[in-house]
């Protein structure tokens, strides 16, 4: 089994029924998609990556082929084929942003992809979502428990009404969380 690179999780993976779709989709028709490979590890295709082991199917993959910088490459294609909502798209400009200049190079293992750090104003226009989004993914991610986090990601409840749950205390967060969506509106 492959190991994911750390720029494939920038981006929150498949929920669980959309990764049974996907397994079905596999199992039909096969994986029309190779799976992206940089460093020896998946930068595109951990979704689909699971599905194949899930199938016990060996994937077809190839090496990323360099052009550009391995981050804009993982931001194309998940963009593009994903269906993130504002709130998880605020989520991922969050996670890039916080990325300096020095950690996008040890997550790459190369002088060659030093590019500049992303800034939080630069963030939000990469993944089409307002500055405010990108600022209450902040508080969700130095506040939240990671069970508020993990609902956002998954598109459960909305990085606006989060991230004022997230600054009350953490028992309080978790009590919230586990009633359910109703005390946390998904304002998408």
């Known amino acids: 089994m492959l190991s994911i690179h750390p720029l494939a999780e920038i981006f929150p993976p498949m929920s669980d029924e959309e990764i049974k779709g996907l397994i079905d989709d596999i199992k039909a028709n096969g994986l029309r998609e190779p799976i992206i490979l940089f460093e020896h590890k998946v930068l595109d295709g951990r979704n689909r990556h699971r599905a194949c082991a899930e199938l016990g199917i060996e994937p077809q993959t190839r090496q990323w082929d360099h052009k550009g910088d391995p981050l804009d490459y993982v931001i194309s294609k998940n963009m593009h084929r994903r269906h993130l ?33 992303i800034s939080q104003a630069n963030a939000p226009e990469r993944l089409n979502v307002s500055r405010r989004t990108v600022q209450n993914a902040r508080v969700l991610r130095e506040n939240g428990i990671p069970e508020l986090q993990a609902a956002v990601e998954v598109g459960q409840v909305s990085v606006s009404a ?10 309080r ?3 919230i969380v586990a009633s ?3 005390d946390t509106p998904n304002n998408n």
């Open 85 to 117: 909502n504002e709130s998880q798209r605020g989520v991922v400009a969050d996670k890039i942003a916080t990325l300096s200049d020095g950690q996008r190079a040890d997550l790459t293992q190369g002088a060659q992809f030093r590019a500049p750090a």
């Open 162 to 171: 989060a991230s004022k749950v997230a600054k009350l205390p953490a028992n």
């Open 173 to 175: 967060q978790r009590e």
């Open 180 to 182: 359910g969506p109703k």
